[in-house]
């Protein structure tokens, strides 16, 4: 299996302009999660789905940032209008089962650059 | 608050040596805790999980253990090489919940 894959792995846009994130995770997957890195705050969560359904998106920081899976296969995090103060490294991971007990596999990430 | 604190950012040794990480947590009661580690422009890859009733959890050269009294958590990579050099993210989650939560994680640079 080639893991869970991200593009674009990076991102430079002005402010004001619409980023769309994209992830294709883990065939059999089931659980697909959302994460944003920054030196500041960590690995934060932003939203997770089971089987294709947002289950918790309390992590969204504001209605700028949307994130849809319309299917198994695909998943996007979209940022409009983007800030500078949304740069970051956002992650997509997804894991086989849901529960703590199951470990998450990480994507490579897209560094995104708001100037 | 809660709070998951990674002992230090950056964490020097001499190659051959045990590192020592660690994870201390506050407010959360956590079932699992999760370690993982992150090469620079990589995702974090999984290393090891360890449950609350279980004290210890061994793989090759890396020991976990697990102390819900202390509310804490020892990561040791023994013999380490500069290969290991990375940074190192403890997990864990709240009860009841299905996604983890990180540390900010500490910097292992073994020195040759």
């Known amino acids: 299996d080639a893991g869970v894959i991200q593009s674009p792995r990076h991102e430079v846009t002005e402010m004001g302009q619409e980023v769309t994130l994209r992830c294709k995770p883990i065939?059999?997957?089931?659980?697909l999660f959302w994460y944003r890195q920054t030196m500041m705050r960590g690995l934060e969560l932003l939203i997770y789905f089971n089987n294709n359904v947002p289950i918790d998106d309390s992590g969204m920081p504001e209605d700028r940032f949307s994130a849809k899976m319309p299917n198994a296969s695909f998943s996007t995090l979209k940022i409009q209008p983007s800030e500078p103060r949304d740069s970051a490294v956002y992650f997509c991971?997804?894991?086989?089962?849901?529960?703590?007990?199951?470990?998450?596999?990480f994507g490579s990430g897209t560094q995104l650059s708001v100037l | 608050s809660q709070k998951i604190e990674q002992n230090s950012e950056a964490l020097n040794i001499q190659e051959g040596k045990t590192a020592t990480l660690t994870c201390n947590y506050t407010?959360?009661?956590?079932?699992?805790l999760q370690w993982y580690r992150q090469d620079p422009g990589r995702g974090p890859v999984f290393l090891l999980l360890?449950?609350?009733?279980?004290k210890e959890k061994r793989k090759e050269r890396l020991k976990v253990t697990f102390d819900t009294t202390l509310k804490q958590s020892l990561f040791h990579i023994t013999a380490s090489q500069p290969a290991d050099s990375a940074t190192y993210l403890c997990a864990l989650d709240q009860t009841g919940a299905n996604n983890l939560f990180f540390g900010t994680g500490t910097r292992l640079t073994v020195i040759p």
């Open positions: 065939s059999g997957h089931d659980y």
């Open positions: 991971a997804s894991s086989r089962t849901g529960g703590a007990q199951e470990k998450l596999f």
């Open positions: 360890i449950r609350e009733n279980e």
């Open positions: 407010n959360y009661s956590p079932a699992y």
